[in-house]
């Protein structure tokens, strides 16, 4: 499935907080209708650059592009209206509001945008997508974690976005979430979504990904299928810990 | 858009209040007639200020600013030979005006810098007209017209009607979803693809507007004014505290708290006249510590524990 046309490439994106260097002269790309993993250990980079990618932070150096367009200058608005959309990792949904008004944020306001009765059945229509239109009136105080993560994506999925940005997205759910999260990503996985998945958990990468892109301490160590990344030294000795030191 | 039976039931019974309101001039007594005023122009300050800090949460003490602007556009104008009816505009458009200066500047920065900055800018105001009429040679202007307290007390009920309209349409837009939006979580607003920045400048562009038209309705009232009279702070506190007290959570809200502050605040201040700044201190206290989310608040969890009882019973 890597054949495709680049949808959102990275050349040399670097993001540094004073003087640590929180990403490292990152290249990569994602192609049409991939789903790419981008994995390594705690604090190498990853949510890092998914802000760059987002908009959330300006990368310090290089520049990201979105079919061929450059957009790291733009904000992170713009970036949503252009097509990239994204979890957080410490999920944040809008409190004061039912679940289909949670949904109906996105279906407003992003890439593709509704309004009114549209913007409703849209948004109902992602709830079904994510199996939680029962609880479409409820307040999001009364919904189980699971199901936050839920609202969130479904969020997500009602701007249309070119670009999905997951942000361990499966992290904190107990097994039988976790089947049931890893059975809903391939879903969108099948519908030919063009992911970039963040995570921790290695069954969810194996059967998700089609690629991986590892990062250590900022910087790109390895790149590949699963299996090649996995079984790369480098990357196991980054996961692991240095046996030298 | 089509309205429902819901939509036409609360505009129906609004303009019946309004209709009702508008007879007061009748009773014929002075009096009644000057606390209408009062509560006519705190209720449009009031719902004005919470049609923007509502949901935004962001404090504004800039109402002075805004209010003062448009009676000195008034009070300006009318000395230069303008129609008064020419000047509301103006007034309105200067307002708009100097509140999206304010929003550019500040409201990408967090609230706290907010509150500070606008508080500061009634201060600036007053003191660049006060220099520009030491600098003229004047103390304060004269604003001589022929339009009477009940010509201003119905021209605050319009344009209470239109603000009521405004901030109604407001909460039905686009806008006003992006708000709600902004005010739980600025971060999400902006990853759906909100201009935050946008969405609220545009808000307090209204509200300012808003303030300045209502400053330019009471300069004839006051016939002669003086920077100290037009952007006294004490002005900008009430507005937050009477919004506040009702709640800014619903569009009437405003005006449940203005009504009762009013007259409590007209009998303080005739039998304490030395202490009102101490009072109003008092006053804010309570309310933020007892009433946190006002009438409003208190309503609606009444109705809701009310609500829970009878599906007990
Ligand atoms: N806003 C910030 N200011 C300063 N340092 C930051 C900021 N955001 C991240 N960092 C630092 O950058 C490094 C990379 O953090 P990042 O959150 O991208 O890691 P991560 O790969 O997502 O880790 P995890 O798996 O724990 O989520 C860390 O050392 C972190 O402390
Ligand atoms: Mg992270």
Redesign the interface.
Known sequence: MTTGATVLSLRGATKRFGGLVAVNDMDFDVTEHEVLGLIGPNGSGKSTTLNLI???LKPTEGTISLRGTPISHL????I??RGI??T?QLV??????TVLENV???A????R?R??AEADAHALRMLSLVGLDRRANAHVGELTYIDTKRVELA?VLA?EPKVLLLDEWLAGLNPTELEEGIALIKRLRDEGRTIILVEHVMDAIRSLCDRCVVMSTGTKIAEGTPEQVLSDPEVIRAYLGDDDA | MSLTKRDWQSITLSAVLLAVAACLPLTGDAYMLSIGITIAMYAVLATSWALFSGPTHYISLATAAFFGLGTYTTAIGIENGLNYWVTLPIAAILGAVLAALVGLATLRLSGVYFVIFTLGLAELVRQVVTWGQNVSGQKGLYVLTDITEVHIYWQLLVLAGIVYLTGWAIGRSRLGFALRIIGDDEEVARHSGINTSRAKILLFMVSGATAAVVGSMLAPRYIYIEPALAFTPMLSFLVVIMALLGGTGRLWGPLVGVIPFTLLWEAISASFPNQTTLLLGLSFLVIVYLLPRGFVGLIESSKRKLREREAFA
């Not at chain 1, 904000?75 to 713009?78: I, M």
């Not at chain 1, 944040?92 to 509001?97: F, I, T």
């Not at chain 1, 407003?108 to 890439?111: A, L, M, R, T, Y």
């Open positions: 987002s908009g959330a904000s992170a608005a713009d949503a209206r959309a994204r957080f944040r949904l809008l409190p004061s509001m109906r944020a996105g407003v306001f992003g890439h945008r309004w009114g969020r701007s």
